[in-house]
């Protein structure tokens, strides 16, 4: 009887597990037996890694072989585990010596020839491995570039299954990966300048930029609103480490990793389609929940054009990622929670006929009302900054008109000072700045917040708007460099959030 032990990961969210994978070989009907929650894909690999190891030359058990995964509680699923499986295998007919494979977490899909494939998620799993103090790791060579994005571990890549085999047995090097060259900040994105007129609109962009704030821009059709939403993402600071790498996990997940620029620092852009499902946007599928548009939009934006085409349905989901910032998605195989802090643009038109001047439009009061009515109000009341973008009254080239750089300074400046204000606090922009800490240890003096009390009292506002609304008097304060909101910054504020967009 033999017995071989190798390690692997189980994906869960965005968090690993170690998985030690054991391999017994005893008396007993001949036959193949796997114990430990595999999901359908990972019992399937029993016969993957039967082809790959008779391809690769060596030879399968004819006696009762167990496959085990521990922890047995642990729910595993997908086809990463099969390397470790098949090593298991060759550990217990002693092809392999435990010595060979102690501290090696193995991860790869195997070919019926025994070639090794990518899969998806290898970021989160090579955390995870280190995380468990594991010293090495075999992936598959394509994945090399992505593997590289974590330190404190000694990486290899093999193309194949005799090639982890030969390295095992010290007779050939492994390739390993290239160190991870920094990208560019910002990659090249269209500017700002090119938008004719909307002074409203861009000032309102560069709020939202400085303060991490949510938008709406309503109007009628060809005046620019997927134009500056298009631009706004290059208005944003880059990505810090910590959240490029975030990043980076999420778009492992979801397949989602660009070849070429595994790690970049450029805020997302994520723009799904009017047509997308609820599973699409705030993640979900069967089995394990996958991320959606609102994880793949972590520290970036979140586009929905033709938000009211959507549904009410849909936008509500919306609600609870923009206060909390992450999802939650429960499934009966368990709960995964994604990361989800992302800036909302909302784009709408007017009415459903959406002509190109009002006075075109045929459509009554109350089918206008009932269109923008598909934004619901708490949906509304959670976005900062509602703006009306206009025709345009000129056809005048954008010579004139300020570029995207000169904003971003701006920008820049307004975070920074956010920043240096919240450092002791843990939050990186006035956006996440939660409303008792704004009325109680950075409380502004009565006059200025007047304003913001007569709103309360007419009914105007809610708590959370009036909270919102003091969040974007920072923001324009921090624009301006002034220390604290001035009560005409207040107002300003209030200006973006009264229903003239409706």
Partial sequence: MGLGRTWSVALHGVEGHVVEVEAHIGDGMNGVHMVGLADTALRESKDRVRAAIVNSGCSWPQRRLVLSLSPATLRKSGSAFDLALALAVLGAQDVVTPDSLTGTALLGELALDGRLRPFDGLLPCLIAARGAGLKRVVVPEPALPEAALVDGLDVFGATCLSDVLVWLRGLRDLPRPEPVARAAVHSPQPDLADVVGQEDARLACEIAAAGGHHMLLVGPPGTGKTMLARRFAGLLPPLSDDDALTLATIRSIAGRLPPGEPLSHSPPLVAPHPSSSIASLIGGGTGIARPGSVSLAHRGVLFLDEAPELGPKLLDALRTPLEEGEVRIARSEGTVTYPARFQLILAANPCPCAPVHDRDCVCP?????????????????????????????????????????????????????AAERWAGEGWQTNAEAPGPALRSRFALPERVVRPLDLGLRSGQLSARSADRALRVAWTLADLAGDPCPSVEQVEAALYFRERRAA
């Fill in 365 to 417: 009061s109350s089918a206008r009302r009932r269109y923008l009515a598909r934004l619901s109000g708490p949906l509304l009341d959670r976005v900062d900054l509602h703006a009306r973008v206009y025709p345009a009254t000129t056809f005048a080239g954008p010579d004139g008109a300020e570029s995207s750089a000169a904003v971003r300074a701006r920008v820049l400046n307004a975070r920074t000072a």
